[in-house]
């Protein structure tokens, strides 16, 4: 991809749309009969589109590196994945739709044990239940509100989880996780890594001291440790990077957050993919770009639920043609990563891609599938090109030089 | 390939095992018949490996440019050839086995003729005799043994030629060469390139000066020209970088000093491929990865002898059931450029290259050479992201982001 500057100078606004259907981790190796998820899928409708589009495989950070969802949707969304890293505090906080600002210093959090002499016996707080811990979240909440000038946030995730989310001018992000990260140790609180960071490390470590106080009567979950420390980063717009006015359909506070990072404009949608798609054609005057993100291609990959994940696809298929009938000038579908069900995680392989638009040189890849698009006109490529690479096709690049 | 920072942030150590065999200068065009040596070649071992594996062509350095071993090999070990760029006079003392250490300045050098009036008329001193030159060196170094405080190491090489090192502190290779490349000028002095290099100049104009001086009634033999002054580079290791412990099986000095440069461990091996693979079975429980190297596919390419570069990768062919006994987590086989045979020397074609490992997409490959693996489904890539792949295909790789 060129760099930020060149395509903001060749970036022009016009009335084409795009739309980028992801559907998350659909790749895949093959594994049940020898054969991946997508070419067991019954997706008539898909491999229409692939016989009518260019196809080709792209990758989502470089050769062989394993993204989290993060550095995939950057990337997609034409964001150097390398330059712009989010930290994990950030990528929580989105995960449990947070609303973050440019102010904010974010962190994980975990309900730990401490024993009488101070040594921490649990990490996790003996994996207490989720009802438990959105009522301490909720009683430590109560009680800090505030440190210093600084607005402090709780929000309860998962079993011993939580998030927090420190609101106040200066505040870094360099400093050291205020966590051991083994039993039998003290509390440990954080440090600064760079002298900015000061402020973020009263405010932390005051924040530890007190909870900790307000927590000792609540054995076994009476301490906190935070790690994953990060400020919100401040992401150029798709419209400031593109002249794009972009929107975004997904069902998961992660993705929304992240499209929220880019400048996307979050439409209200249903919990299931029949829904999403009502949103697309409802808003399709709006705007024009859309993602619409299909979540549980990736959580069935990453249970192993081979038979769910092609039933997602093919479900998603079913829909294609009600796509196809808003005629947008462009319509990619591809993955953020692959996800095999054999490996019951995000891996390395490169997403199968198809781009349709009135501007391509057809290919002779006739289904969608892996090994099929590995014939594709596009051949392998970097995810982060597939932005720019949606944009010529809606015309909505200029020429570079003369 | 990501920066070194992130490689070795995700990288991790594990049990998982990888076989690079690396057939120096295998890639061809084709010549007799129309084919490649690949395509003539029985190779069932390999063709059958190929239709197991994922395939592609692996350009060295960068599409169109033909690399030397040492950048061809950098590349195939994970390191930017282009940051890490090797002088020539490190290459040339690797070649002929010589040890350095990181205060090491080597050179390559050369007998040459000087007349009565001290003007060069032959470059290369007649092109004596290897023996005569190895005479020489030995007379060289009992009288020069030390200039000020820095020990010279003198060894002979082919013909006229031979490698210099000057070891002590506070050497710099930033000086220009002590020849003027052409006959019919006097002696050429080094120049300091940057003021750091004075007392590498120092050293080496006393060198020069002693040397003439000494050999003065050794017509044709009558003085030394030096060019391609480099430092030994201080690289980072594999196992600092991927937490590899790599070793090397290969019966040529340059790389054994090649592999030694990136921390791998030598193994002593035979001559003959027969014992190469040998080596590989009887250290297979104590390295995580293993270089081996097939130096006469190249050598045979260099010659132009289509015959016997066949004959070579029929050899090689037949110990592959060996290896895939081993049970390598992963086995990449590939060059480190082409060797056409009608080019004789190294060209820019990108490298035939097949990976084997539980975790791939298989392609529609069934032959291992040029035009087969152009089908592939690792497509087009670099070299330098071959050791990402592998490494993520072994599994020693985490994820980049959340």
Redesign the interface.
Known sequence: MVNEEIMKSLAIKTESKIVLLVADGIGD??SKNNQ?VLETASIPNLDRLASQSVCG?ADP????????????HLSLFGYD??KY??G?GV??ALGIGMELTSRDLACRGNFATLDKEGIITDRRAGRMATELNEKLCKFLQDKINQIGEVKVIIRPGMEHRFVVVFRGDGLEDALSDADPQKVGEKIKFAEALDPKAKKSVKTVNEFIKQATDILKEHYPANTVLLRGFAKYPGLPTMKELFKLTPAAIATYPMYKGLAKLVGMEILETGESIEEEFKTLKKNFEKYDFFYLHIKKTDSYGEDGNYEQKVKVIEEVDKYIPEVLNLKPDVLVVTGDHST?A??K?????PNPFMLLSKYIRVDEVEQFN??EC??GGL??FLAVDALPLMMANALKLQKFGA
Do not use: D, F, N, Y
């Open positions: 190796i093959p991946t495989l950070i470089s050769c062989g590196i394993t993204p989290g969802s993060g550095p995939a994945p390398i890293q989010i994990r990528l929580e095999p054999l490996m995680g995000h891996s390395w392989h892996e090994k590995v014939k051949g392998r």
